[in-house]
């Protein structure tokens, strides 16, 4: 697989990621009372992203794939545990709290992987993305403050351990360059499937829940796991921080289909919301826009 190495052709590939990731929300929202079986989701959404990036991994390398699994390192094993802790706290988030709440902390990802990206990697941040990342900032905390009624403190805490779990993996994806990027993820799910599997059997549960729910859990990993290979096929051309601004599109697209009336689900925005939302989308466009401006200093890359 090559790997982007235009950054004016990362920019639509991030995005769609972003887009793919937004349609998260309104599927675990059609799910029947996903707060009872939050392991069997984990569970089944952990093996459909292991068993499809393997089986993209065998097209894509022939039958010697599986070595890729012998040079994961630390910074694939670090990534993937990261990646994991993101997928498992995203459903606890957004079971206890609005969609809106949950994806308002994910939001603060450009933040978070610019000071980790910073501090690990020596990755220093332009003067352009910061002001995207201000705008971005200043419409999360217009959205915040519209949502503080119907936020409970459980949602918010576990929505801001996903954030640092997918900031985790996004600047793993920069730290050796050798690091097998899908394997990171197939790892990821691995861990899941792992996590869950014992929680589980402690508990005496069952592994599965009804067949609806089953493939709604399923389509989650899907479209996950293709927003995924899109984001670390773009993760080549730009840094950390710039990735999690890019893929800031699943917060705005994930309040809009929750409230469209064309799926049912109704969670209508306050003007707060609207409002952040735009300046979401205005800071995305803005580096979007002046990416010839900026320089990168990338260590280990």
Not at 145 to 155: C, Q, R, V
Not at 204 to 215: D, H, I, P, T, W
Not at 225 to 253: D, M, Q, R, W
């Amino acid at each position: 697989m090559e790997y982007i190495k235009n950054q004016k052709s990362a920019i639509p590939v991030v995005l769609l990621a972003g887009l793919l990731w937004s349609f998260g929300p309104l599927v675990v929202r059609y799910m029947d009372q996903p707060n009872l079986f939050p392991w069997q989701y984990i569970f089944t959404r952990g093996i459909t992203i292991f068993l499809i990036l393997n089986f993209f991994l065998f097209f894509e390398e022939g039958k010697n794939f599986y070595k890729n699994y012998f040079h994961i390192g630390w910074s694939g094993l670090i990534g993937g545990i990261g990646l994991g802790v993101a997928m498992i706290t995203f459903i606890w988030s957004i079971t206890n709290t609005t969609a809106a709440v949950t994806l308002l902390c994910l939001a603060a990802m450009p933040v978070i992987t610019a000071l980790l990206g910073f501090l690990f990697l020596k990755e220093k941040i332009s003067t352009n993305v910061w002001i995207a990342i201000i705008i971005a900032a200043t419409g999360i905390t217009l959205m915040a403050f519209g949502d503080t009624s119907k936020s409970s403190l459980m949602g918010l805490l576990f929505g801001l351990l996903s954030a640092l779990g997918f900031s985790v993996f996004s600047v793993s994806l920069r730290w050796r360059k050798e690091t097998p990027k899908f394997t990171t993820v197939a790892l990821s799910g691995l861990f899941c499937v792992f996590v869950s599997a014992i929680i589980i059997i402690n508990s005496k549960g069952n592994f599965l829940s009804s067949n609806y729910n089953q493939g709604l859990f399923s389509l989650h990993g899907t479209l996950v796991c293709l927003g995924l290979i899109l984001y670390s096929i773009g993760s080549k051309a730009l840094p950390a921080a710039e990735l999690t601004l890019l893929s800031l599109t699943e917060i705005v697209g994930g309040i809009f289909w929750v409230w469209l009336p064309f799926f049912g689900i109704n969670e209508i925005p306050n003007n707060s919301t609207i409002i952040g939302g735009f300046l979401i989308f205005l800071s995305i466009t803005y580096y979007s826009l002046t990416i010839k401006e900026n320089r990168r200093f990338i260590a280990l890359n």
